[in-house]
């Protein structure tokens, strides 16, 4: 598992700590944190042709039956960790210490996530989770700061299965061509991204006493993309090939000598 406790973790990425007077009360995992990660690779001959089990006849048969190749890659891991953040004015926080990364309180026995759904607009983030710290209803400032720790939420799951079928065809016995079927996400599973708006709107009545909550608004905790991508990383260019993609399939041609 991989911790931060500091406010930068790489890659050019930096956040301002919740509270400049509490470093460690920023520890948490970091963005990069997989916590499981599992993958499995597998190569398998077709049993046909020439010095095989089956059809072991040369000539144009064994051409065509022989030489065949199964292959597949199966990549299963964990989510990343989000942090969810409050909007709230810096003259609202306690001693003015702090940054804009203000965390909202955590609700006990609410459920944290839901299960993004077309009939939700794919909301994984519950923004009733969470409330507004307390805070002097004669100023309206916080009387502390949220207790959610950072990383709390993870992303959901990601899988992906891979699979290639390969044919060696020798012309002699220097000179062989090798075609191929690559199908990437065979089974088309739907990767979704990570939600693009992790912002509660903090809100205060405009006299005292004053009373302030925390609500979501908008796309607050709404996934709208179905390409897998983690939006806390360096990653500056969408990629075109491999995990999280809809299934892809390529052809392959090569001579080998």
Not at 79 to 104: A, E, F
Not at 110 to 117: A, G, K, N, Q
Not at 210 to 230: E, L, R
Request: include cysteine; charged fraction near 10%; charge should be neutral.
């Amino acid at each position: 598992m991989i911790r931060q406790r500091g406010t930068n973790v790489g890659g050019g990425e930096s956040n301002a700590p919740q509270n400049a007077l509490c470093v460690p009360c920023e520890r948490g995992p970091s963005i990069f944190d997989i916590r499981h990660n599992v993958v499995v690779n597998s190569i398998y001959q077709l049993p046909f042709g020439p010095n095989k089990k089956y059809l072991t006849s040369g000539g144009a048969l064994g051409k065509i039956v022989g030489g065949w190749q199964m292959s597949g890659i199966g990549t299963w891991h964990t989510g990343h960790p989000l942090t969810v953040l409050m909007n709230i004015p810096v003259g609202q926080v306690p001693d003015n210490n702090s940054g804009p990364n203000q965390r909202p309180d955590v609700i006990p026995g609410v459920p944290l996530t839901m299960t993004p759904t077309a009939a939700n607009n794919f909301q994984l983030i519950n923004p009733n989770a969470f409330a507004a710290p307390p805070i002097d209803p004669n100023s309206s400032i916080l009387v502390r700061y949220g207790n959610e720790p950072n990383g709390l939420i993870r992303t959901l799951n990601v899988w992906q299965i891979d699979f290639a079928l390969m044919k060696e065809t020798p012309i002699t016995e220097r000179f062989s061509l090798e075609f191929g079927i690559q199908a990437f996400n065979i089974f088309n599973h739907t990767q979704f991204a990570d939600p693009t708006n992790l912002s509660l709107d903090f809100n205060c009545n405009s006299t005292a006493p004053f009373t302030c909550a925390t609500a979501g608004s908008g796309t607050f905790g709404q996934i709208n993309s179905i390409n897998w991508h983690n939006n806390n990383n360096d990653t500056f260019f969408t990629d075109n090939v491999g995990t999280g993609l809809a299934r892809q399939l390529q052809f392959m041609l090569r001579f080998k000598f």
